[in-house]
């Protein structure tokens, strides 16, 4: 391998055995873990002490400032996906110098945000060299994401590297390689090269990521708030740019909630369209709302690119009898446009940023020449339908899976998870168990049941747009908030139905960045919250906490529509950028020279 790398010599692996004798298991399994993953990165990718102060919330300069990436470097990571590709095609570069240099940058933005949970570095240039060795001598490229470094949430099986899903009494399980998740296998076929997994809450199930084992994963834009979650290892990392491309999963939000939190673009598809097989899950065998793979990314064209790859290795065919034998669709999208636009779901209404956000992003799109007009997901008289059906679907045995879970190492529970807890410790029953008992099989199928005849009332109102939507047909998508914030406060985040409720109903959904959070421009109006959740949100809402801050809306989009989405949602882009520029997160220099815009 060219050139030198100096690791620690501490022998971090003898750390547990100098631990007090009487320290619980899960404490002494969290120490060895981030100690192992802390030795990993090479002392020449250090952070020194005084570069970055503590009391510094927004990082997402440091990589370009701290001196360890070269000129070369720096110019690869500011690089978009879909540019590097080409340049890897065209040997403008080596995968094995794009990979040296997202590594660097990876290491950077773990010392700065904790992202990540396993760290294989060395195995990834090993295999950037393997594979320009094989491109110079065949002259054949890999795949369509050839010599592409690609990180992946901690859920994907990778062998050789744990998969622990924030559980300390998962650690120290390596994956064997016949053991490896579908998506591992595709992006290696596809020419990716995968380099590290980043962190996500315990058994996946929060809208931040934390966990006893590695921590907190904070908000590179600042870091007293959350990344998102559950791939907000994921998202974090991207925003720093420590990765040109990543992948994650969503089950309720879990790559919308962190893409929106951090300024990226991604894709929450209908379950089939992506191969799911060989993932660990937190709720094995819940298949009342289903998980599904997506990518995040900078840019669109990086998630369409992703996309794709997965689709063009037809993964219905070996890789996953779930996915669905749909190839990749060319579409048409018409010149002419009809949005759907949701302000308020009736539960919490958005924060000012998000709010503007959106009215933002529907003048760009009128002044593009589009129509947007109002559609509700609810009747007035059942705003809680849909958090009570998310219920009914989610609760299934996931509160006594994780407390058998966090047992077998004494673990306890995370902060946040203090409902499910006392459900499994019998503090507390839901209303229907105070009347009915437990939930069994049979209220299961009554609330799919209800899923069913809601999911034909919503499908019935979408089409209907077409007799208002000016141009002669529905709708072409939605475009409504992912959250009530622009990122929540840690520890902080509380309201996922703005994006669970696409899972629930299975529709395809993007993320597209707007502006960022300006303390002129979203000032706090008086507001009296209808319920308990919104009247926190809104108590603790300061612009100035999170001026700065990227804001993000949501497209939804028919189910097994992606392909159609993702042209609309370029469309939507294209008018966002035309009335505003250059985002202000693009690259550095764009960004320094745009921060007070929207």
Not at 26 to 48: C, G, V
Not at 321 to 339: A, G, S, T, Y
Not at 546 to 552: A, E, I, L
């Amino acid at each position: 391998m060219p050139g030198t790398i100096h690791y620690s010599t501490t022998p971090f692996h003898d750390l547990h055995l100098a631990l007090p004798k009487d320290i619980p298991p899960w404490k002494r399994i969290a120490q060895a873990k981030r100690a192992s993953r802390d030795a990993a990165i090479p002392l020449e990718w250090r952070l020194h002490a005084h570069q970055v102060p503590q009391d510094r919330l927004n990082v997402i300069d440091v990589p370009v400032e701290c001196g360890i990436l070269t000129a070369r470097e720096l110019a690869m990571t500011e690089d978009d996906a879909v540019a590097l590709v080409q340049k890897l095609v065209n040997r403008e570069y080596s995968s094995y110098e794009v990979t040296l240099a997202f590594c660097k940058r990876a290491a950077i933005a773990q010392q700065l945000v904790n992202c990540l949970t396993e760290v294989f570095f060395e195995r990834a240039l090993e295999a950037a060299q393997r594979l320009d060795a094989e491109y110079a001598a065949s002259d054949v490229t890999r795949g369509p994401l050839h010599g592409l470094p690609v990180s992946l949430k901690d859920c994907f099986h990778i062998s050789g590297t744990d998969a622990t899903i924030g559980y300390t009494a998962l650690a120290n399980q390596p994956t064997s390689h016949h053991e490896e998740s579908e998506i591992t296998r595709i992006m290696r076929e596809s020419g990716a090269i995968l380099f590290c997994k980043t962190n996500v809450p315990v058994a996946l199930m929060a809208g931040e990521t934390y966990n006893a084992i590695y921590g907190y994963t904070s908000n590179p834009y600042n870091r007293n708030l959350s990344s998102g979650g559950s791939s907000g290892g994921e998202s974090a990392l991207l925003a720093l740019r420590g990765a040109p491309l990543g992948v994650g999963t969503d089950v309720g939000g879990s790559v919308r909630i962190p893409a929106s939190f951090c300024g990226l673009y991604s894709l929450k598809p209908s379950f089939g369209r992506f191969p799911t097989y060989g993932l660990r899950d937190g709720l094995e065998g819940q298949e009342a709302v289903r998980n599904s793979v997506g990518p995040m990314a900078r840019s669109l064209k990086a998630v369409e690119l992703w996309s794709k790859a997965v689709v063009q290795s037809e993964p219905w065919i070996s890789a996953d009898h779930d996915c669905l034998p749909i190839p990749w669709r060319k579409v048409e999208v018409p010149q002419k446009l009809c949005f759907g636009i949701l302000l308020d779901d009736r539960i919490v209404k958005p924060l000012p940023p998000v709010t503007r956000a959106l009215l933002h992003t529907k003048a760009a799109l009128e002044a593009a020449g589009h129509t947007v007009i109002e559609f509700c997901i609810v009747s007035r008289d059942e705003p809680l339908f849909i958090d009570s059906l998310k219920f009914a679907l989610y609760r299934s045995a996931a509160a006594q899976l994780l407390g058998t879970t966090l047992a077998r190492t004494q673990e306890p529970w995370p902060r946040g998870y203090a409902m499910l807890e006392a459900m499994v410790q019998k503090k507390i029953l839901t209303t229907e168990e105070l009347v009915n008992g437990p939930a069994t099989v049979s209220d299961l199928w009554e609330a799919q049941a209800k899923r069913t005849e809601y999911a034909k009332r919503l499908q019935k109102a979408w089409t209907a747009t077409k007799d208002r939507s000016g141009i002669g047909r529905e709708m072409d998508a939605l475009l409504m908030p992912c959250t009530p914030w622009p990122a929540s406060p840690k520890y902080g985040f509380t309201y996922d139905n703005y994006t669970s409720l696409w899972n629930v109903l299975d529709y395809c959904a993007t993320t597209v960045p707007v502006c960022n959070v300006s303390s002129v421009k979203d000032v706090k109006p008086e507001y009296q919250g209808r319920n308990e959740i919104e009247k926190k949100i809104w108590d603790d809402y300061s612009p100035e906490a999170v001026v700065g801050c990227p804001v993000s809306i949501q497209l939804v989009g028919r189910r097994l529509h992606e392909e159609y989405l993702l042209g609309v949602t370029k469309v939507c882009d294209g008018a966002l950028r035309s009335v505003g520029g250059i985002p202000y997160w693009s690259d550095f220099k764009a960004r320094k020279a745009s921060e007070a815009r929207c």
